[in-house]
């Protein structure tokens, strides 16, 4: 009588190889993960900024370039910008709070241009206005600039992304 069935050795050896495509899978899979959450977490920053730079814009194009008010040296650039919408009339302030949020201020409310998942930087250099060579009030172009981060900054690269955000408006006149 035969007896069928695995030896000792073949039972180890299928053992040893499924432990080595198992091994091999899971690198697979943490790498996969690692790069979802990478690919994540920068489209977060460059949603957020790219939907922020639009939205000033937009705000600023329809802002009287007279009157509008901001800082228009090299020495002298804020983190707020003041103007009058045409359309209605009511004044506005795009403001960049440093570490929290860049938000839009009238007497309609206040209005969150960013997420919350977001923090935002470089708000000392958030707006500079160029006048006209023959005005000393009228505003040729806005200059926009601030940075975006997104993730655990304390984290591995993979979980964090900074970018820098500028643009350059001009109002109407």
């Known amino acids: 009588m035969s007896q069928r069935g695995f030896t000792l050795v073949e039972m180890v050896m299928i053992v040893g190889v499924l432990g080595i495509i198992m091994v091999s ?3 697979i899979m943490i790498s996969s993960f690692r790069v979802k959450t990478r ?20 705000n600023i194009i329809l802002a009287t370039g007279v009157g509008m008010t901001c800082a228009v040296n090299s020495d002298d650039i804020g983190s707020t910008l003041s103007f009058m919408n045409t359309n209605d009339g009511v004044v506005t302030n795009l403001v960049c ?14 209005f969150d241009l960013t997420s919350p998942d977001v923090k935002v930087t470089g708000c000392n250099n958030f ?3 160029e006048l006209f060579p023959d005005s000393s009030d009228r505003i040729t172009q806005v200059n926009l600039s ?13 979980q964090s992304k900074t ?4 643009s350059s408006v001009v109002p109407r006149n």
């Open 146 to 158: 601030f940075t975006l981060s997104s993730g655990n900054t304390s984290a591995p690269a993979e």
């Open 163 to 166: 970018r820098s955000f500028q």
């Open 25 to 27: 899978v899971s690198n």
């Open 39 to 58: 690919v994540e977490v920068a489209d977060q920053v460059e949603e957020n900024g790219t939907s922020v730079l639009r939205q000033l814009r937009d």
């Open 127 to 129: 707006a500079k206005c």
């Open 97 to 110: 709070y440093e570490e929290v949020k860049i938000a839009s201020e009238s007497a309609n409310g206040s």
